[in-house]
């Protein structure tokens, strides 16, 4: 079933090409949606042996992105186009964690598991120079609106989970979706509640990537001239809304809307909206949310206090493990790659996720045996050095993107509002999940971060165009 339903995608694809005459962009936005499929293939082990969960793998979206790279390299080439670079170079905030990795492989007790983890660093890097150099407004807006589309698609299959109780799209739609999933692994077992994942694997990997997302749609939602734009951006916004809800992800819910507040309020401040239409749509939304949400107060209440102590716990005794272990090793960590190597001389709890590598792989998931918070991680495998080089990176993005809403205008401008109020709450979801390290979001994070960095180039040259 599986081959069919990518035969028939696949078919999907070529058709798209065909009718639009604009390959590229249907490349483009197929691999934007595909990086939401979190799943992993270690199809390296004959030449890199069993090395668990911290092997090299390869995933869905690969495949696109080095069809993309093909063509850029094809056109520049054998072609000769000249693509000059677009906005800041961005990777040159990124490598020196890269670097800081790689010089923690020198201390680790498996260097070859750091170096295969800077495969994924290596590609985050592909990304930003793909970005920089190919983006235009039609790539654009093609990948924002693929980021809303993927959304749209995640919130409404994680509502038929919650709806079904059948995780996935083959479980929801009855084809042995669950079958090959161990009992310990079943939702009930798991999670303790029947949650989303979408095809992120884990609750809160998808509503971190909705955290990323959501932001870009309400801002056009809000801003857009048009009023069918406005109108579908709208109805992605609640779809998204929706599936964040079926997560039952407690800090989420807060961070969601604390976004809306803020691309509200900021794109008031930058006179993108009028005041008027920001007292409507506080007082209308008031009152849509406080009616949606009245049929499931006694689900939210029990949400957020049934286990809430066990999961502070839970997250400060892994905390002080990624502590201890960045106590032991200061300066470069464990290194990269090499925490749960760890994690049993610490005495933690995720020590079980040792035994079950096996079964991960079969189901092509990979488990991260992380602390709860995203900055410990870097902290405990690559030291501080890691660490303060992580948060340069992220401060960089940060600050090029006001830069970047600064001397944009029009739509643009609210969407890289919604964009910096994405990758905000992801550094928020942070403080209590590791999200941020699964592939869906650290990719689509390296690609939003390239995207504010390269939309001033992007929109100079849209109007240098339209004016000629």
Request: aromatic share 12%; charged share 10%.
């Amino acid at each position: 079933m599986k081959l069919v339903l990518a035969a028939g995608l696949g078919f999907a694809l070529w058709a798209a090409m065909l009718v639009s005459r604009r390959p590229k962009l249907v490349l483009l936005f197929a691999w934007v949606v595909s990086l939401t499929y979190n799943r992993q293939y270690f199809s390296f082990e004959p030449l890199a042996g069993d090395n668990g969960m911290q092997g090299p793998y390869w995933i869905v979206s690969d495949a696109f992105l080095l069809v993309l790279l093909a063509v850029w390299l094809y056109e520049a080439a054998i072609l000769k186009r000249r693509q000059a670079p677009k906005g800041i170079a961005l990777y040159w905030f990124f490598l020196p964690f890269a670097a800081i990795g790689l010089l923690s492989s020198i201390v680790a007790d498996r260097p070859d598991w750091s170096l295969y983890e800077l495969i994924r660093a290596g590609k985050a890097v592909l990304i930003m120079l793909y970005v920089r150099y190919n983006f235009t407004t039609a790539t654009w807006w093609t990948a924002a609106a693929a980021m809303m589309f993927a959304a749209v698609f995640q919130g409404a299959l994680g509502m038929a989970e919650v709806a079904t109780q059948h995780s996935g799209v083959f479980g929801v739609l009855g084809l042995n979706g669950a079958q090959d999933i161990p009992e310990e692994f079943a939702q009930a077992n798991f999670f303790g509640w029947f949650r989303a994942t979408g095809t992120m694997n884990h609750p809160p990997n998808l509503a971190c990537y909705f955290l990323l997302t959501l932001p870009l749609s309400t801002a056009v939602a809000l801003a857009a001239s048009h009023p069918k734009v406005r109108a579908a951006a709208a109805c992605a916004s609640a779809i998204a809304l929706a599936g964040l809800a079926c997560t039952l992800s407690r800090w989420p819910w807060a961070l969601a809307a604390l976004q809306i507040l803020f691309v509200l309020f900021a794109l008031t401040w930058l006179r993108l909206i009028p005041v008027r239409r920001t007292i409507g749509v506080l007082s209308i939304g008031a009152l849509t949310a406080a009616l949606a949400l009245l049929p499931f107060t006694g689900i939210i209440v029990d949400r957020v206090t049934r286990d809430l102590e066990r999961s502070i716990d839970f997250r400060r005794n892994e905390n002080r493990v990624a502590l201890a272990m960045f106590a032991d090793h200061p300066l470069l960590g464990v290194g990269l790659n090499n925490y749960s190597g760890h994690i049993a001389r610490y005495g933690s709890e995720l020590a079980w996720a040792l035994d079950v590598t096996d079964v991960g792989k079969q189901m092509h998931v990979r488990f991260i045996a992380a602390p709860q918070n995203g900055f410990l991680l870097p902290l405990a495998e690559t030291g501080m050095a890691g660490l303060s080089a992580f948060i340069l990176y992220l401060a960089a993005v940060l600050i090029i993107g006001a830069r970047s809403i600064a001397v944009n205008a029009g739509v643009q401008k609210a969407a890289l509002v919604g964009l910096l109020a994405g990758m905000l709450g992801v550094i928020a979801q942070e403080i209590v999940d590791y999200s941020f390290w699964v592939d869906p979001v650290f990719y689509t994070f390296a690609l939003i971060a390239s995207m504010v960095a390269a939309s001033p180039v992007v929109r100079r040259d849209a109007v240098v165009s339209s004016a000629l």
